[in-house]
């Protein structure tokens, strides 16, 4: 099914050779070194290195060496600058990971250049990752002071550690969120292992709340206590900016996802995701009901929770509703049987807005395969499905869904019938076939 396959793009990424470095100097004993983890693009970066490869005793390479002395001054002068700045701020030294442009990578042990880009608002910071693990309180500060200056960063992600101290872990996490509130740029920020508290909670719902350039918001593998997850999601119903909401690998079971589901018609998400999050019936039924009041909703993902006959009949209800504009729906690894599929499929047969289907990772083979060949001759709305790993053995159900899907992409088909249409397209591919004589025919 190499046809179905979805495709991504993606840059190649390349070490950047490393350049030489200054003999060390004598240093105290070292701290333990906090971890901040920073993705930076300079459009102006650019990496030159000198070639070392020629044969000693002739005059090039004699100029190469005073060359590469040169350049030895030159990185150990930019050296002594960047532990100048290091020490100006006051920080000790810790791990950076530099992103630029041109997708080489380096990684340097030095602080300053990280955090006077930060200070600085220079514009090739555009995401920084922090770890809560090894951040000191101080070091959280200046952090937090630094967020307000920075109009060139877009994206913050918050690592967490729920094995530390509660109350240390606490301070720290609401220190670096309140700089986040003052912050008028960033438009993704990512908080993962996090046990969000009500005082938590508080924190950054205040600070979602303020920041009105926030579009998506993600929790990842987080654990919501007491009253955490209410007091949060209150707080972020005052941003309106909000497009995108990601709940992943976070128990939301009993009633925690009707918190959720309560906020989406004040949210009004173009985005919903909630994968692995144990939803029972009860708490679909709820979902869907909400689903329906939000007329916004684009995207939606419950990839991950399992899903039976009863909650599919749940959801392909709320799909035949003429109120919700849902054009992608994804359920992947949702334990989806043929029976599932024939109640999904008899709720779709009329949906004139979904265009984007993922059923990849569900056992429902062959008949359920059969259903779905069905369901694209009555519904041409249907662009793309992914039926990957859904063991599928027939090669000519397989070619069935590859049709249909082609036909439901093609201009013919508000010409022609799928039966001349595939014909025509098939004409077409012998053509190509032949070797170069497309270009010539048409």
Avoid: W
């Avoid at 036909?407 to 039966?419: G, H, I, R, T, V």
């Amino acid at each position: 099914m190499s046809n179905m396959k979805r495709f991504q793009s993606f840059r190649g990424r390349e070490r950047r050779r490393p350049q030489p470095q200054p003999q060390p100097r004598p240093q105290p004993q070292p701290q333990p070194q906090p971890k901040l983890h920073t993705r930076v693009k300079d459009d102006n970066d650019s990496y030159s290195s000198s070639s070392n490869d020629s044969e000693e005793g002739t005059d090039d390479n004699n100029a190469s060496m005073e060359n590469t002395e040169e350049e030895d001054e030159s990185v150990s002068s930019s050296s002594d600058e960047s532990e100048s700045s290091a020490s100006e701020i006051g920080h000790d030294e810790h791990f950076v990971q530099a992103k630029s442009t041109n997708t080489n990578f380096a990684n340097t042990q030095l602080e300053g250049d990280v955090f006077a880009h930060l200070m600085s608002n220079h514009r090739s910071l555009k995401e920084i990752d922090i770890d809560e693990m090894s951040i000191s309180k101080s070091l959280a500060i200046d952090i937090a002071d630094a967020l307000p200056k920075n109009t060139y960063l877009t994206k913050l992600r918050l690592i967490s550690n729920r094995g530390l101290e509660e109350k240390m872990n606490h301070s720290i996490f609401n220190i670096i969120v309140s700089g986040l509130g003052r912050n008028a740029y960033i438009t993704t920020v990512e908080i993962m292992y996090a046990t969000i508290t009500r005082d938590t909670a508080n924190a950054l719902g205040v600070a979602l709340a303020r920041n009105e350039a926030l579009k998506k918001i993600c929790l990842s593998n987080c654990d919501f206590s007491t009253t955490g997850l209410s007091v949060l999601f209150m707080g972020m119903q005052h941003n309106k900016s909000i497009e995108d909401v990601t709940i992943r690998s976070c128990d939301l079971g009993n009633s925690a996802s009707d918190i959720v589901a309560a906020s989406l018609p004040l949210m009004k998400p173009r985005c919903l995701t909630l994968e692995h999050t144990n939803i029972g019936n009860d708490g679909l039924r709820f979902l869907f009901d909400n689903v329906l009041k939000n007329d916004n909703l684009r995207e939606l993902s419950l990839s991950g929770n399992q899903l039976d006959k009863d909650s599919i009949k749940l959801l392909a209800s709320c799909l035949k509703s003429p109120k919700q504009k849902v054009d992608k729906l994804v359920l992947s690894s949702c334990g989806l049987n043929y029976a599932c599929i024939r109640a999904f499929s008899n709720g779709l047969k009329l949906n004139p807005t979904l265009t984007n289907i993922d059923l990849s990772e569900n056992g429902f083979g062959d008949e359920g395969a059969l259903v779905l060949k069905r369901l694209l001759i009555k519904n041409n709305s249907i662009l793309e499905l992914n039926v990957e790993e859904c063991n599928i053995t027939d090669a000519r159900l397989e070619k069935a869904i590859v049709d249909g899907l082609r036909y439901n992409n093609s201009f013919l088909k508000s010409m022609f019938s799928e039966q001349i249409s595939l014909s025509i397209m098939e004409s077409v591919d012998m053509i190509r076939e032949v070797g170069g004589s497309t270009r010539s025919i048409f």
